[in-house]
Every structure is written in structure tokens, then in C-alpha cells.
T-cell receptor, first 113, second 113 residues
Framework: RKEVEQDPGPFNVPEGATVAFNCTYS??????FFWYRQDCRKEPKLLMSVYSSGNEDGRFTAQLNRASQYISLLIRDSKLSDSATYLC??????????????FGRGTQLTVWP | DTAVSQTPKYLVTQMGNDKSIKCEQNLGHDTMYWYKQDSKKFLKIMFSYNNKELIINETVPNRFSPKSPDKAHLNLHINSLELGDSAVYFC????????????FGQGTRLTVV
């Protein structure tokens, strides 16, 4: 099983739609979780960290389910500018593999007018 | 003020050549990384340095040699380049090892012909 698995998509949605991305991770001891966004031919940038209680940032909501080792990202009221690849990122804890960040393959989103 | 900068942005070279990519961060972070993103967009860690000390060395051919002269710099030297080395190489930095947000450079698009 890969360390971080995501549905690669692509997801093609109209403006204003709500879209959800899912991600599973393999190491139950992982402690830090993130969603990154990568635009075409650009570097990945942090979209938001994911907390156990779930967190929201404007139109974006991230959820973590530790029991199922599952992370989600919900985007409401999609904008054209949300078109990008969304990367699920999980750390492996210290003492095992020295706290490296593992990236999922990314889920491609295209929002059309 | 670029936080993580790497040079060059593009690199086209012939098989068998030796090349270097340089990376500098001005964020005061203690950890720096090299990631490789292949044609399938999978972002995979290669190396990580914490306070100039190598702490992560993934299964990477020994033709790849990182060097960290100080906390703010992490360079990557590649000997005897092969076609399969063609990829985008990203430098990143973070405060702490893998538990906090990683900031990425713009990437170096390496093409080996």
C-alpha cells in the first residue's frame, strides 16, 4: 500500500459546484496532515493544514478521520481560479523515518465557466 | 523577496554530462529538501538536511550528491546524467523535520537529451 493515496481524477466541474477530494494514508502514527495546491508548471504551495477537529478556511473545509486514516478536502462554490492539482500530504513521525513528508499523486481539478 | 530560490530554472544537457542545481532559502529554516517530480507528476523526496546534516537519503543513485555548505543552502550535483533523470527538481525548506509546512522553490526543469 502506498504511503498516501488519492483519486487522481480529473474532476471537471462547473463554476459554483461543490467538489470533494479524498485521501488515505498508511501509517497510523502520522501526526501532521496538509493539503497543497500545485498550478500547472508551478511549485506546490500550502493550501491548508488539517487538524483533528476539522478546519475551514473560507470555501475550503478539511477533515481528518484518524480511525479510518482518511483525509478529505471540500471546496464549495468553485471558482475558475480553483483549477489546479490538489496534493494530499502526510508526515511520517520521528523515530521511524525521521519525519519526512509524503505526497500523494494529486487530484486534478478543472472548473469550467 | 523570494523565500526559496533555486537556479537554474531550466536545464537542457546531454547524456553523460555533470550538472549542479543550487538552492537558497532566506526563511531561517533549519531543514531543507530535494524532491523530484517525474512526468507522471509524482513528487518524491530524495534528500533532507537538518542543520547541514544529511538526515534523509532515499533510494537515489549515487550519481546524485547533495551538499549543504550552511543551513540556508542545499545544492544538488548530478554526475553522468541519464535520460531517466529528466524531471522537475524542487528544493524546499521547513522549520523542523517534516511536521510543519514546507516551502518550495520554483523548480528546475531538467531535460537530458
Amino acid at each position: 500500500r502506498k504511503e498516501v493515496e488519492q483519486d487522481p481524477g480529473p474532476f471537471n466541474v462547473p463554476e459554483g459546484a461543490t467538489v470533494a477530494f479524498n485521501c488515505t494514508y498508511s501509517n497510523s502514527a502520522s501526526q501532521s496532515f496538509f493539503w497543497y495546491r500545485q498550478d500547472c508548471r508551478k511549485e506546490p504551495k500550502l493550501l491548508m493544514s488539517v487538524y483533528s477537529s476539522g478546519n475551514e478556511d473560507g470555501r475550503f473545509t478539511a477533515q481528518l478521520n484518524r480511525a479510518s486514516q482518511y483525509i478529505s478536502l471540500l471546496i464549495r462554490d468553485s471558482k475558475l481560479s480553483d483549477s489546479a492539482t490538489y496534493l494530499c500530504v502526510v508526515n511520517m513521525p520521528r523515530g521511524s523515518t525521521l519525519g519526512r513528508l509524503y505526497f500523494g499523486r494529486g487530484t486534478q481539478l478543472t472548473v469550467w465557466p | 523577496d523570494t523565500a526559496v530560490s533555486q537556479t537554474p530554472k531550466y536545464l537542457v544537457t546531454q547524456m553523460g554530462n555533470d550538472k549542479s542545481i543550487k538552492c537558497e532559502q532566506n526563511l531561517g529554516h533549519d531543514t531543507m529538501y530535494w524532491y523530484k517530480q517525474d512526468s507522471k507528476k509524482f513528487l518524491k523526496i530524495m534528500f533532507s538536511y537538518n542543520n547541514k546534516e544529511l538526515i534523509i537519503n532515499e533510494t537515489v543513485p549515487n550519481r546524485f550528491s547533495p551538499k549543504s555548505p550552511d543551513k540556508a543552502h542545499l545544492n544538488l550535483h548530478i554526475n553522468s546524467l541519464e535520460l531517466g533523470d529528466s524531471a522537475v527538481y524542487f528544493c524546499a525548506s521547513s522549520q523542523g523535520v517534516g511536521t510543519t509546512e514546507a516551502f518550495f522553490g520554483q523548480g528546475t526543469r531538467l531535460t537530458v537529451v
